[in-house]
Nanobody, 124 residues
Framework: QVQLVESGGGLVQAGGSLRLSCAAS????????MGWFRQAPGKEREFVAA????????YYADSVKGRFTISRDNAKKTVYLQMNSLKPEDTAVYYC?????????????????WGQGTQVTVSS
């Protein structure tokens, strides 16, 4: 069982940066691949980024590639999402998720555990 708690969201102007954190409980964090998703009002939840167990492999949605960076610190049981050059269309609730299998997963139903989300609002 893994519990996930996101933090770091907030209000930022377009072009600014935020770093989201997702702290995990449980002793086997390093055995989970991790992902970030987001959901804007009236839209479906969508994939943003994913990282493998050890952090060697990452993958990004085209909409954030080159602007967002996912990373993890297994000793701290935390995964991060560094978001730069933010745009108003990045406004959403951001969720982290854990997948018991290694590798990169981009679909919602591939993930086993979810956090409660953190709001990111980008003003123009």
């Amino acid at each position: 069982q893994v519990q996930l708690v996101e933090s770091g969201g907030g209000l930022v102007q377009a072009g600014g940066s935020l770093r989201l954190s997702c702290a995990a409980s449980g002793r086997t964090f390093s055995s989970y691949a991790m992902g970030w998703f987001r959901q804007a009002p009236g839209k479906e939840r969508e994939f943003v980024a994913a990282i493998s167990w050890g952090g060697a492999t990452t993958y990004y949605a085209d909409s954030v590639k080159g602007r967002f960076t996912i990373s993890r610190d297994n000793a701290k049981k935390t995964v991060y999402l560094q978001m730069n050059s933010l745009k108003p269309e990045d406004t959403a609730v951001y969720y982290c998720a854990a997948d018991r299998r290694d590798g990169i997963a981009t679909m919602l139903d591939e993930y086993d555990y979810w956090g409660q989300g953190t709001q990111v609002t980008v003003s123009s």
